[in-house]
């Protein structure tokens, strides 16, 4: 009979915390950051800072969004805050996804239920869909803020599982792994949210020609399903292998950078090519390397209303600015063309990186229906802008209606390390 109290007063406790954590952002905002003092409306900007990526919602009011309409320098302190703390919750994503859990005999199914709720990963078991047999085995798992991809896979190592890669974006799927199949432990490298493991070496002699021949090292790369990378890139340079002698191999085109399509995918592969060592050289003893991942932060949404007299409506947040160029008749549709720029980059609108074009664009009619898009396409591509312009099928006209853009506000690139070691040649 205590419990629904008890329930209660959690619920008042977390909403007086979210009420207290917004009416802090508030009088620092509306209050503070007005005053005529400049140090105090600096203290203010550092106080905002200080509470964190929790406050990135709290700043996402209309009362706010009306402040910052009225005083560009109040908007300019806010864009500020948010393009750093944008960048603190992408670093903090980038991180792995940490899995505490103890048990004894616990079915698999709730183990692998427990990992993903515990990192934001869904995993789902496959089996059945491959015509292997399903079952349950228990465990005893003893995780203490074990990294995600280390707990899984010692969890699969045990139930004789593995993760089948083909699966699609956003989630991991386990199937069995064959009595062929080696265990997942020991083989592989982590960084972060990331897991790397050699899956073939591939030797070639080319018997026309003088040189070495070819040494090719795959190396698949898994991350978490919660992230979404926008590219990987792996320069050669980068890509260091030894032998059981500690001598280096010889890297082939070390100006060639790998980018492998990472669209819709929870792994790709790496293919790094080396000359031929002799055939004296039994095994690469060690193969490091360093991946570049660039991954989207916080995503925004941008609402434009007025749109028969809407032009060159230019809305930004952090590191972004949309802009709406026009909403014009085009035969039976209508055309609203839109600017989507970015302050900082790393190459992530260069033009085979489409990822830009599957961000929601939509109307949202009188009665809040949401209207999807017939189409777009691009007109407009410099170094740090796109132009798109996506088509609507309006029966009633314009009138009532509000266009919606939604875009990552900032996009971090950071580094992420592997090494391999004991690799066999063939």
Same mark, same amino acid.
């Given at each position: 009979?205590?419990?629904?109290?008890? +329930?209660?007063?959690?619920?008042?406790?977390?909403?007086?915390?979210?009420?207290?954590?917004?009416?802090?952002?508030?009088?620092?905002?509306?209050?503070?950051?007005?005053?005529?003092?400049?140090?105090?409306?600096?203290?203010?900007?550092?106080?905002?800072?200080?509470?964190?990526?929790?406050?990135?919602?709290?700043?996402?009011?209309?009362?706010?969004?009306?402040?910052?309409?009225? *005083?560009?320098?109040?908007?300019?302190?806010?864009?500020?805050?948010?393009?750093?703390?944008?960048?603190?919750?992408?670093?903090?994503?980038?991180?792995?996804?940490?899995?505490?859990?103890?048990?004894?005999?616990?079915?698999?199914?709730?183990?692998?239920?427990?990992?993903?709720?515990?990192?934001?990963?869904?995993?789902?078991?496959?089996?059945?869909?491959?015509?292997?047999?399903?079952?349950?085995?228990?465990?005893?798992?003893?995780?203490?803020?074990?990294?995600?991809?280390?707990?899984?896979?010692?969890? +699969?190592?045990?139930? *004789?599982?593995?993760?089948?890669?083909?699966?699609?974006?956003?989630?991991?799927?386990?199937?069995?792994?064959?009595?062929?199949?080696?265990?997942?432990?020991?083989?592989?490298?982590?960084?972060?949210?990331?897991?790397?493991?050699?899956?073939?070496? !591939?030797?070639?002699?080319?018997?026309?020609?003088?040189?070495?021949?070819?040494?090719?090292?795959? =190396?698949?790369?898994?991350?978490?399903?919660? +992230?979404?990378?926008?590219?990987?890139? !792996?320069?050669?340079?980068?890509? =260091?292998?030894?032998?059981?002698?500690?001598?280096?191999?010889?890297?082939?085109?070390?100006?060639?950078?790998?980018?492998?399509?990472?669209?819709? %995918?929870?792994?790709?592969?790496?293919?790094?090519?080396?000359?031929?060592?002799?055939?004296?050289?039994?095994?690469?003893?060690?193969?490091?390397?360093?991946?570049?991942?660039?991954?989207?932060?916080?995503?925004?949404?941008?609402?434009?209303?007025?749109?028969?007299?809407?032009? @060159?409506?230019?809305?930004?947040?952090?590191?972004?600015?949309?802009?709406?160029?026009?909403?014009?008749?085009?035969?039976?549709?209508?055309?609203?063309?839109?600017?989507?720029?970015?302050? %900082?980059?790393?190459?992530?609108?260069?033009? !085979?990186?489409?990822?830009?074009?599957?961000?929601?664009?939509?109307?949202?009619?009188?009665?809040?229906? *949401?209207? %999807? @898009?017939?189409?777009?396409?691009?007109?407009?591509?410099?170094?740090?802008?796109?132009?798109?312009?996506?088509?609507?099928?309006?029966?009633?006209?314009?009138?009532?209606?509000?266009?919606?853009?939604?875009?990552?506000?900032?996009?971090?690139?950071?580094?992420?390390?592997?090494?391999? %070691?004991?690799?066999?040649?063939?």
């Amino acid at each position: 009979m205590v419990i629904a109290p008890l +329930l209660i007063v959690t619920t008042l406790l977390t909403a007086q915390l979210e009420d207290t954590l917004a009416s802090q952002v508030d009088r620092l905002v509306r209050r503070q950051m007005r005053s005529l003092v400049a140090a105090e409306r600096d203290a203010a900007e550092a106080a905002l800072l200080q509470l964190g990526p929790a406050v990135l919602d709290a700043l996402d009011t209309p009362r706010i969004a009306s402040l910052e309409k009225r *005083e560009p320098a109040i908007k300019k302190r806010l864009d500020r805050v948010r393009m750093t703390l944008q960048k603190q919750q992408a670093a903090a994503s980038v991180r792995a996804s940490l899995i505490t859990l103890r048990g004894k005999e616990m079915p698999l199914s709730e183990i692998l239920a427990a990992l993903g709720k515990q990192s934001g990963n869904e995993i789902v078991d496959a089996r059945d869909g491959f015509g292997q047999k399903v079952t349950d085995p228990k465990l005893d798992v003893t995780f203490d803020k074990t990294p995600f991809w280390q707990a899984l896979d010692h969890v +699969l190592d045990r139930a *004789e599982l593995t993760v089948y890669g083909f699966a699609g974006a956003k989630k991991i799927a386990v199937v069995g792994r064959g009595e062929m199949t080696r265990p997942r432990e020991g083989r592989a490298s982590y960084d972060g949210p990331f897991r790397f493991d050699a899956t073939t070496l !591939h030797a070639a002699r080319d018997l026309r020609r003088k040189d070495a021949g070819t040494l090719q090292v795959t =190396v698949h790369c898994d991350w978490e399903s919660r +992230l979404s990378p926008i590219a990987l890139t !792996h320069a050669m340079s980068d890509a =260091v292998a030894l032998d059981e002698d500690g001598e280096t191999l010889i890297v082939q085109q070390p100006d060639a950078v790998l980018e492998p399509t990472v669209t819709n %995918k929870t792994s790709t592969d790496f293919v790094l090519s080396f000359d031929l060592p002799p055939r004296s050289k039994k095994r690469i003893s060690s193969l490091r390397g360093t991946v570049y991942a660039l991954v989207p932060g916080r995503v925004e949404t941008f609402e434009f209303d007025k749109l028969e007299e809407a032009k @060159n409506i230019e809305k930004s947040r952090a590191g972004v600015v949309v802009t709406l160029d026009t909403v014009r008749r085009n035969n039976e549709l209508w055309e609203v063309r839109v600017r989507i720029r970015y302050d %900082k980059v790393d190459g992530a609108l260069d033009s !085979h990186r489409g990822w830009i074009y599957r961000n929601p664009a939509y109307m949202v009619d009188a009665d809040g229906k *949401e209207i %999807k @898009n017939f189409g777009s396409e691009s007109f407009r591509r410099t170094k740090n802008e796109v132009g798109i312009a996506y088509f609507f099928s309006l029966d009633a006209g314009l009138a009532g209606h509000k266009f919606v853009y939604k875009t990552p506000a900032s996009l971090l690139k950071f580094p992420v390390k592997y090494e391999l %070691k004991g690799l066999d040649l063939p």
